[in-house]
C-alpha cells in the first residue's frame, strides 16, 4: 500500500510542476527522496515505503497457530499497540490481514471494557 | 417452523463494577441476572469473577474496578433485557457483551481440521523415523 503511494506521487509531482524552474531538473524532482542502498540491510522494515525488499516478517498468529484472538488476553494484545496506544500496522509487526483484522478487533474491544486504553501508556 | 435459532446464541457479557462494593452485593447483582436469564428461557454457562482491576482510562472518576464476567445462551432480546438492567444498576460503571457462538463454531472447525488433518500422519511419521535410523 505504501509503495503504491509513492509510485502514484511520483506522477504527480510531474504534472502540478506549474512553478517548477526547469525541466531539466524532473528526473532528480520527481523521486521524492534518494534512494538509499542501505534500506535492507539497515532499518530493516522500519520506514515504510521503501522500494526495496525488507527481510520476511513472519506473522505471530500463523506461526504458533494462535487461532483464538481474544480481547480479555490483553499482554498479548500489547504487544501489538504502541506506546501511544495506537495500534501498530502490520507492516511493522508482519502479521498476516485475516489476523490483523481480527487483532484490531479485539483491540477495540478491549479498549471499550478499559482493559487496554484509548490513548497514553498501557498500564 | 419450530423457532430454535432463539436458544442457540451464546454471549459473553464483561461488566465492571465499582471497586468498594461488597463481595455479597455483587452476589446479589450476580444472582438477579441469573434469576432474569433463566426467567426468559435462557441458561448462564458460566459466571467468572475476574477480581480487582486497574483500569486504563479513568471512567465514572473510579481508577479500578471488580471484572465480573457471564456467558449466556440466549435470544438477542434476553441480551435486551439484562443490558438494560446493568445500565439501571448504579454500581455497574461500564459493560460489554459479545456474541461468541460463530466465533465458537469456527474454532470447533479448525480443531476438527487439525484433528483430522494429525490422525493419518502419525502412521507414515513413525515407519519413516525408523526406517531412518535404520540406515543412520
Redesign the interface.
Same mark, same amino acid.
Request: aromatic share 12%; no cysteine; hydrophobic share 65%.
Given at each position: 500500500m505504501a509503495d503504491e503511494k509513492t509510485a502514484t506521487l511520483a506522477p504527480a509531482g510531474h504534472s502540478s510542476g506549474g512553478d517548477r524552474p526547469s525541466g531539466g531538473d524532473r528526473p532528480d524532482r520527481g523521486e521524492r527522496r534518494p534512494p538509499r542502498p542501505g534500506g535492507p540491510g539497515g532499518p530493516g522494515g522500519r520506514e515504510g515505503g521503501r522500494k526495496y525488499f525488507r527481510r520476511k516478517k513472519v506473522c505471530k498468529f500463523c506461526v504458533e497457530k494462535i487461532e483464538a484472538i481474544n480481547y480479555k488476553d490483553v499482554r498479548l494484545l500489547a504487544q501489538f499497540v504502541a506506546e501511544s496506544g495506537k495500534i501498530v500496522p502490520r507492516r511493522l509487526t508482519g502479521v498476516c490481514t485475516p489476523h490483523q483484522r481480527r487483532l484490531s478487533c479485539a483491540i477495540k474491544q478491549a479498549r471499550n471494557i478499559a482493559l487496554l486504553p484509548f490513548a497514553g501508556r498501557a498500564s | 417452523m419450530a423457532r430454535t435459532y432463539e436458544t442457540n446464541r451464546v454471549y459473553e457479557l464483561?461488566f $465492571?463494577v465499582r471497586p468498594d462494593m461488597v463481595e455479597e452485593e455483587q452476589d446479589k447483582l450476580i444472582s438477579t441476572l441469573e434469576s432474569a436469564v433463566s426467567s426468559s428461557g435462557g441458561k448462564v454457562k458460566s459466571m467468572e469473577r475476574m477480581g480487582k482491576?486497574? /483500569?486504563?482510562?479513568t471512567?465514572r472518576r473510579f481508577h479500578d474496578?471488580i471484572y465480573i @464476567?457471564l456467558t449466556v445462551e440466549g435470544g438477542g432480546a434476553l441480551i435486551h433485557e439484562l443490558e438494560r438492567r446493568l445500565r439501571v444498576t448504579e454500581p455497574v460503571i461500564?459493560? @460489554?457483551t459479545?456474541r461468541i457462538d460463530e466465533?465458537q463454531k469456527r /474454532?470447533d472447525k $479448525?480443531k476438527k481440521l487439525r484433528e483430522a488433518r494429525r490422525k493419518p500422519a502419525p502412521a507414515p511419521a513413525e515407519t519413516g523415523g525408523e526406517t531412518a535410523a535404520v540406515t543412520a
Open positions: - | 464483561m $465492571i482491576r486497574r /483500569l486504563a482510562y471512567v474496578g @464476567l461500564k459493560f @460489554l459479545v466465533e /474454532l $479448525i
